[in-house]
């Protein structure tokens, strides 16, 4: 399951936050993982935060993956709150799926 919500920062950088959630076998879980993906003004597509051309690349190749995210996360210019906000939403709509 993935959701997906788009932020466009003060900047105009449009910032695109995806959730994604993988159920445990026995169904009892999810697991989650959080992408970051910006475009900017002039940009027609989405891109990763952190390319070939950031200062921060190579420290990025070196970091474990959780690390890594939040290296990402941290340059998009996204505040922590939002993220919350959409994982939050992932959450309610996870219930309501599970319900169903």
């Known amino acids: 399951m ?17 959730v994604e959630g993988v159920l445990a076998d ?14 900017d003004p ?5 891109r990763p935060p952190i390319g070939l051309t950031h200062p921060k690349y190579w420290k990025l190749k ?3 993956p959780e690390k890594a995210t939040a290296l990402q ?4 210019g ?3 709150k939002q993220i ?3 994982i939050r939403e992932f ?3 996870h219930a309501l799926e599970v319900q169903a």
């Open 91 to 93: 959450d309610k709509l």
């Open 42 to 46: 002039k940009e027609e597509e989405f």
């Open 26 to 39: 026995d169904l009892s879980k999810v697991s989650i993982q959080v992408d970051v993906l910006i475009k």
């Open 78 to 80: 996204v505040h922590r």
């Open 73 to 76: 996360i941290q340059y998009s």
């Open 84 to 86: 919350r906000k959409t």
């Open 2 to 18: 993935t959701h997906e919500k788009i932020f466009v920062l003060e900047t105009g950088r449009a910032v695109k936050v995806k």
């Open 62 to 64: 070196n970091l474990e």
